[in-house]
């Protein structure tokens, strides 16, 4: 069984930023691409961002694209979400998943207050 846990977020004005962090217990982490999922209220859960199992392959929602960055430490076994640039409808609970195994963290919630 794969646990991934997020961490990191919190309440931060527009503007504002955050980085997200999930941590993999996976000992496979490094072949895995992992992503980025959120949810707001009352919508459904919705892509943010992918990366590849070396980080050198990037994707991303047309939403957050030129504001968030995903990155990876194979080492650690942990994908991060850089937030920048942060705006109220960024608010969500932020999901982290790993494609190969299919399992999902329980998520954190992130608040931007305007």
């Known amino acids: 069984q794969v646990q991934l846990v997020e961490s990191g977020g919190g309440l931060v004005q527009a503007g504002g930023s955050l980085r997200l962090a999930c941590a993999a217990s996976?000992?496979?982490?490094?072949?895995?691409?992992m992503g980025w999922f959120r949810q707001a209220p009352g919508k459904e859960r919705e892509f943010v961002a992918r990366i590849s199992q070396s980080g050198g392959i990037t994707n991303y929602a047309d939403s957050v694209k030129g504001r968030f960055t995903i990155s990876r430490d194979n080492a650690k076994n942990t994908v991060y979400l850089q937030m920048n640039s942060l705006k109220p409808e960024d608010t969500a609970v932020y999901y982290c998943h790993s494609y190969v195994s299919h399992y999902w963290g329980q998520g954190t919630q992130v608040t931007v207050s305007s």
């Open positions: 996976r000992r496979t982490f490094s072949s895995d691409t």
